[in-house]
């Protein structure tokens, strides 16, 4: 949680939407109490990582009708789940169109067998050390 934590308090206090640190490319985005990270190696493209970020913002503000805010996030972490297997898999990206995303999301919400209960059981912190743990096997990584 120590490069979670030194990233947060670098980026916190900028108005740009990037940032290098520890030999990694940072792209971030914030809105209202939640910032949106997606970190890459120090030769991945900015600009592909900024649309990784904005497909993941766009995706991300359909499935929570336009609040996209640490609660409403918490509250519908099963849509955040499967917009994000949809945008990266194991530090791929499979998809950078929002609307491609949402379509298939909807579709998988007809389809999904994921419960409250399985999903409440995921905390934040969890999500984010899953998705760290990522980190020395890919070069493009997304941090919520």
Same mark, same amino acid.
């Given at each position: 949680?120590?490069?979670? @934590? #030194? $990233?947060?308090?670098?980026?916190?206090?900028?108005?740009?939407?990037? +940032? !290098?640190?520890?030999?990694?490319? /940072?792209?971030?985005?914030?809105?209202?109490?939640?910032?949106?990270?997606?970190?890459?190696?120090?030769?991945?493209?900015?600009?592909?990582?900024?649309?990784?970020?904005?497909?993941?913002?766009?995706?991300?503000?359909?499935?929570?009708? @336009? #609040? $996209?805010?640490?609660?409403?996030?918490?509250?519908?972490?099963?849509? +955040? !789940?499967?917009?994000?297997?949809? /945008?990266?898999?194991?530090?791929?990206?499979?998809?950078?169109?929002?609307?491609?995303?949402?379509?298939?999301?909807?579709?998988?919400?007809?389809?999904?067998?994921?419960?409250?209960?399985?999903?409440?059981?995921?905390?934040?912190?969890?999500?984010?050390?899953?998705?760290?743990?990522?980190?020395?096997?890919?070069?493009?990584?997304?941090?919520?």
């Amino acid at each position: 949680m120590a490069f979670e @934590k #030194n $990233v947060f308090n670098k980026t916190s206090r900028t108005d740009s939407e990037i +940032a !290098f640190f520890g030999g990694m490319t /940072i792209i971030y985005k914030s809105s209202i109490d939640l910032f949106l990270y997606v970190v890459g190696s120090s030769h991945e493209n900015e600009l592909m990582l900024m649309s990784v970020l904005t497909c993941l913002f766009e995706s991300l503000s359909h499935v929570l009708r @336009k #609040n $996209v805010e640490k609660r409403w996030l918490l509250e519908n972490m099963d849509g +955040a !789940f499967l917009v994000l297997d949809e /945008i990266v898999d194991g530090g791929v990206i499979l998809e950078s169109d929002p609307q491609q995303v949402i379509q298939k999301v909807n579709f998988r919400a007809d389809d999904s067998s994921l419960t409250e209960q399985s999903v409440a059981q995921v905390s934040l912190p969890r999500l984010i050390l899953l998705l760290w743990s990522f980190l020395p096997q890919c070069t493009n990584h997304l941090l919520l």
